[in-house]
């Protein structure tokens, strides 16, 4: 489980992956194929480790581990995930990631990620765990090398030194990408306190599998119910409160699992944290990209750690 908070606060809540330039697409007609297609463009912070980081900012001490370009983008980047209150712990070489996000006229995505510098994590120091009461990973992390090694890792370090792990099962196309043996047996490999999936992702993947038998599963099913499952438990059916339609849905797993994360580092039981999840998830529904309506932290709180990039070792 996640530690709950103690007299000197919850500790810091510690994600890896991409942070990339999102590239949003809003069209309201259906795409016509060969021809132009009227559309309104926005770019914004994107990668599912750095927007938990960001959503979770506001709420606890949070810190972002990945790799970003040597280039222009990767300072806005960066400066903008500070300024939610992140504590940003960067390598830098290449060029920064970018996904082309095309949200259709009901919020649906289609992706075309070009993650560039986010695949070319080399070797973390454990010390960028210090004080960790979590460490978030996206499944993404795995999709390309030198990353995923770097993760797992990271990971293992994470396991020795007591600090629990939830993983996002982030894709359907990336674990079948992947393989799904392969994944299944990563998944047993990490062990994983808490895993998220949506219902597609769960579907794929059983989690009702051995593999998932200690683990706290979470179920997200868009506007239907939440199923969570503790180690060992029956499956409890927590309600999404009605919202009107999503207009772009990028994101809103991301900020679920941030406000999952950080209730359950305040204390809350699953039930409730689901509830924190759903609350978040809602903010983002109607904005551009992984953005919320809730005003960012006002400075960073992860602690002693930098508040902006730090340059990590050079490429092996």
Same mark, same amino acid.
């Given at each position: 489980?996640?530690?709950?908070?103690?007299?000197?606060?919850?500790?810091?809540?510690?994600?890896?992956?991409?942070?990339?330039?999102?590239?949003?697409?809003?069209?309201?007609?259906?795409?016509?194929?060969?021809?132009?297609?009227?559309?309104?463009?926005?770019?914004?912070?994107?990668?599912?480790?750095?927007?938990?980081?960001?959503?979770?900012?506001?709420?606890?001490?949070?810190?972002?581990?990945?790799?970003?370009?040597?280039?222009?983008?990767?300072?806005?980047?960066?400066?903008?995930?500070?300024?939610?209150?992140?504590?940003?712990?960067?390598?830098?070489?290449?060029?920064?990631?970018?996904?082309?996000?095309?949200?259709?006229?009901?919020?649906?995505?289609?992706?075309?990620?070009? /993650? #560039?510098?986010? !695949? +070319?994590?080399? &070797?973390?120091?454990? $010390?960028?765990? %210090?004080? *960790?009461?979590?460490?978030?990973?996206?499944?993404?992390?795995?999709?390309?090398?030198?990353?995923?090694?770097?993760?797992l890792r990271l990971l293992g370090h994470a396991g020795r030194a007591g600090v629990p792990v939830s993983l996002d099962a982030s894709s359907t196309g990336m674990i079948e990408e992947?393989?799904?043996?392969?994944?299944?047996?990563?998944?047993?490999?990490?062990?994983?306190?808490?895993?998220?999936?949506?219902?597609?992702?769960?579907?794929?993947?059983?989690?009702?599998?051995?593999?998932?038998?200690?683990?706290?599963?979470?179920?997200?099913?868009?506007?239907?119910?939440?199923?969570?499952?503790?180690?060992g438990g029956p499956p409890c059916a927590v309600p999404v409160p009605e919202a009107p339609p999503a207009r772009d849905s990028t994101g809103a797993g991301d900020a679920f699992a941030?406000?999952?994360?950080?209730? /359950? #580092?305040?204390? !809350? +039981?699953?039930? &409730?944290?689901?509830? $924190?999840?759903? %609350?978040? *998830?809602?903010?983002?529904?109607?904005?551009?990209?992984?953005?919320?309506?809730?005003?960012?932290?006002?400075?960073?709180?992860?602690?002693?750690?930098?508040?902006?990039?730090?340059?990590?070792?050079?490429?092996?």
């Open positions: 489980m996640i530690p709950a908070a103690d007299s000197h606060g919850p500790g810091v809540l510690v994600t890896v992956g991409d942070l990339v330039e999102d590239v949003i697409v809003w069209s309201d007609a259906p795409a016509r194929h060969a021809t132009d297609n009227a559309c309104v463009i926005r770019r914004s912070r994107g990668g599912s480790a750095a927007n938990v980081a960001a959503f979770a900012g506001g709420l606890m001490p949070a810190r972002f581990i990945g790799c970003v370009g040597e280039d222009p983008v990767a300072d806005v980047l960066t400066s903008e995930l500070a300024g939610h209150g992140v504590d940003v712990r960067v390598q830098r070489r290449g060029r920064t990631g970018t996904v082309v996000v095309l949200i259709d006229a009901g919020g649906e995505r289609t992706m075309y990620p070009d /993650r #560039a510098a986010s !695949a +070319d994590l080399a &070797e973390v120091p454990p $010390a960028w765990l %210090d004080s *960790a009461v979590a460490l978030h990973a996206p499944s993404y992390c795995f999709a390309a090398e030198p990353t995923g090694t770097s993760v992947y393989g799904l043996a392969r994944y299944l047996d990563l998944v047993e490999s990490i062990r994983p306190a808490v895993f998220f999936a949506n219902a597609h992702e769960a579907r794929l993947l059983d989690v009702t599998r051995p593999q998932f038998a200690k683990t706290l599963t979470v179920v997200k099913n868009g506007a239907g119910s939440t199923i969570v499952t503790p180690p941030a406000g999952f994360l950080a209730a /359950r #580092a305040h204390g !809350a +039981d699953p039930v &409730e944290a689901a509830r $924190a999840g759903h %609350d978040l *998830a809602r903010s983002v529904l109607f904005s551009p990209g992984a953005t919320s309506s809730r005003p960012p932290a006002s400075s960073p709180a992860a602690g002693d750690g930098p508040a902006a990039d730090t340059h990590g070792p050079a490429r092996p």
